[in-house]
């Protein structure tokens, strides 16, 4: 599953259907992270999502030590911390900064103990931190693509429920929502994107991918749709530009995505910056 993309890619092997499956695996990772990093940082979750990434790690040892897709790993691990912290009495009490850090450093921490203990090559843990967008299989982009329309699904239905949440938790229950059983479904949808995720960016680099558009366009984004929306073409810039960074440069695709949604934010900031005097 997680394999390291191959050095020197000549023009050929740039029109090969390895890329293509990359590009595709790309557009629809952006399609699902500009409305879940939108709602994430609506309502300061990009710290629990970096949580469940680093404790990922523990999901693929544990896939691997019991012969079974990685994934499955993954998603158990992510299912159970979110079902852990649901138990506590106050859901925002147990996601404060340092509970999160004790899981989300311990989880690392278990990980790499446990893919230690793997036989030698069986799994490249440089992909598993840091992702491996160019070794996209056929497999991975259909389990990523069925992911994503569900995420999509759910987002449609509850999604003035989960703006109403990152408004107001108060006015929403004053509606009549359910907050606590809409913030649970949120939880839960930031896990399955995790495990779905963490093959296209890495453990690490998850919630870069998922805060950093999302920030740029909240420079100058008016409505939450408008938010979503721009957060998507910064999305869709940031992926453009690692790609290319990845065949020009030689450089690991997902770390150049970050750096180019990190360098699309810097130059958003100085824009932004400067043409403020004009507007006012």
Not at 224 to 242: H, K, R, T
Request: proline share 3%; with cysteine; aromatic share 8%.
């Amino acid at each position: 599953m997680f394999r390291v993309k191959p050095r020197g890619i000549g023009m050929t092997e740039w029109l090969d259907d390895f890329v293509v499956r990359a590009v595709i695996a790309g557009l629809i990772m952006v399609t699902i992270a500009a409305p879940m990093g939108c709602l994430m940082v609506w309502q300061r979750l990009a710290f629990l999502s970096d949580t469940l990434g680093h404790a990922a790690v523990m999901g693929v040892g544990l896939g691997l030590l019991l012969q079974v897709q990685p994934i499955f790993g993954v998603l158990a691990v992510a299912l159970l911390i979110v079902f852990s912290l649901s138990r506590v009495t106050s859901f925002n009490t147990a996601l404060s900064e340092t509970t999160l850090a004790i899981i989300s450093h311990t989880g690392l921490a278990g990980g790499i103990i446990l893919v230690g203990l793997l036989p030698a090559n069986t799994v490249n843990l440089e992909a598993i931190l840091f992702g491996d967008l160019l070794a996209t299989t056929t497999s991975d982009l259909l389990t990523l693509l069925v992911t994503t329309m569900l995420l999509l699904f759910v987002l449609l239905h509850h999604w003035r429920s989960f703006v109403a949440v990152s408004v107001s938790r108060e006015i929403a229950q004053a509606e009549g929502i359910e907050v606590r059983n809409v913030q649970f479904l949120m939880y839960i949808m930031i896990a399955l994107l995790v495990a779905v995720m963490m093959k296209v960016m890495g453990v690490l680099l998850i919630a870069a991918m998922l805060v950093i558009p999302t920030t740029s366009a909240r420079l100058f984004s008016r409505s939450p749709e408008q938010m979503v929306f721009i957060s998507g073409l910064y999305g869709l810039a940031a992926l453009a530009g690692g790609i290319t960074g990845s065949f020009h440069f030689d450089w690991q695709t997902g770390p150049a995505i970050v750096v180019s949604a990190t360098l699309l934010l810097l130059l958003t900031l100085v824009v932004t910056r400067s043409l403020k005097p004009h507007l006012e």
